[in-house]
């Protein structure tokens, strides 16, 4: 299996990103929502595909009476991609330099969890 560097790999990965926040964006101002709309409208998207991840996890786990065990951990895994996904779509649709912005996003954030010498 040919797996592409890390570097060109991230790079294929923002590009379909990007070509799915311009689509998106296309569809809804044809549709008449406003930028603002779009990014409020994408960021209740996120919250919605939290909510079938846990659906999964519930399914996963048969707390539902009524459905019982109805998902698979495969089913999370993609429920969970599928949130990752429309993060960043979203922060694509919000930002020109949403791959920049994310990297520098991780960095600062995984600092104090990545610290040489930090319990793991």
Same mark, same amino acid.
């Given at each position: 299996m040919n $797996? /592409? /560097?890390p570097s060109d790999m991230t790079d294929d990965i923002w590009n379909t990103i990007r070509a799915l926040a311009a689509r998106f964006a296309e569809t809804d101002a044809a549709r008449g929502v406003t930028a603002e709309e779009q990014h409020v409208l994408q960021v209740l998207k996120i919250g919605e595909e939290f909510g079938? %991840? %846990?659906q999964a996890v519930i399914g996963v786990r048969g707390t539902n009476p009524r459905k =019982?065990? +109805?998902h698979t951990w495969q089913d999370v895994h993609a429920e $969970? %991609?599928?949130t990752v996904i429309t993060g960043m779509v979203a922060l694509a649709r919000m930002r020109t330099d949403a791959a920049e912005y994310l990297a520098a996003q991780l960095r600062l954030k995984s600092a104090a969890f990545l610290r $040489? =010498? +930090?319990p793991r």
């Open positions: $797996v /592409p /560097p079938e %991840a %846990a =019982g065990t +109805s $969970v %991609a599928d $040489v =010498g +930090s």
